[in-house]
């Protein structure tokens, strides 16, 4: 296979460890998943499992074809699709401040969601398996749920093409109940990180469109977490990995490739080494605060979390965010950061401007606030 572009996973536990590649296969450009250690071997065969299985329960569906994959020498191989994903729709529309087709399209996909034989359960009893997986404070689950829940099933990962939904990446799917909602708060929560740099947009008006509740939200945000903790590793420090000098444009795998765009340059894994240096200035007793809410923000907060550093806030100068919540964190203004207590990382492209507004505040660089991702 001639690989173009790679994408490691080495963030994740050993058994969970993958490489996603495309490249050139029988004059094909195909994706490729496979292990990158004995341990994740059966991971990776268990994706074409999982795709019979979707098979056997959502046949029936006209409005949804799953990508077939095929499983050889403990790899998977699928067709890449060169169409732009659901998710490359919708930030078409943003940009275009097309937001009446834009909400068309939300709608639409609850509805395709809540269409796949879905079940109504009152307070099912949870499996062990359930558990393992998303944590023990849910005994039971009620509402809409998937018989065998493809908790992947989001906008990254669908094309809507001729009025069909077709679904790509079978890696997390459980053959037991998930709520269709969880899935839906997923999709939401990626969704609302794309957009937000083209739309002032209310997260919990996004939330109460497709239907979850503020109760629903921290059951779900529990389970989002104990899904992480369950599939990474807790010395994370993510990778990603371009083979050969070919711009995306040029291949035309932008539409499913945006996260690897960070490594085009040298930049982002330079601003990496850059913060992990900065942050040894930090004290450890100080509340770390990120200035900024758009995508270098929450690149900023990756980074941290990476490096084990816990965030407790975002900040920006956007009065109308203030008192929000992005990636359950509250945004606030900078005059609630105490210069005692509170330390802050820029992460934005407005880093020079933020940094005299700081500086003219009387901050000092290193000792109040430092420099995270900002682009």
Known sequence: MDIKYARYNRQRNEQFQTETAIGYRFD?????KRALNDKATRHVQRIQENYELLQLHFSTIKTMKLVPVTLENNAVFYEYISEKTLNEMILDYIRNKKFEEFYAVLDQYVSFLNSLNVLQVDKAPVSDEFKQVFGTECDTISGTVFPVGNIDLTF???FLINGQYQVIDYEWVFDFHIPVKYVLYRAIQQLVVRIRDYMEIDYNDLLSRVGISVDEYGQYAQMERSF???VKSSNYLGQYLIKDNASLEDTKLDSQWRNVQPATSDSGLIQKGYLEL????????KNIYIWGTGTAGIKTMAVLNDLGYKVSGFLDNNEKKWGTVMQELPISSLEQVSLESDYIVIGSSYFKEIKKQ??????????HY????IN
């Not at 942050?279 to 450890?284: C, D, F």
């Not at 700081?358 to 000792?367: N, P, R, T």
């Not at 430092?370 to 991702?373: A, E, N, Q």
């Open 28 to 32: 094909q450009l195909t994706v490729r």
């Open 156 to 158: 990254e990962n669908l």
């Open 228 to 230: 992480v903790a369950y």
């Open 278 to 285: 900065a942050m040894q200035q930090y004290s450890s007793e």
């Open 358 to 367: 700081l500086d003219e505040a009387g901050l000092k660089q290193h000792i």
């Open 370 to 373: 430092c420099f995270g991702i």
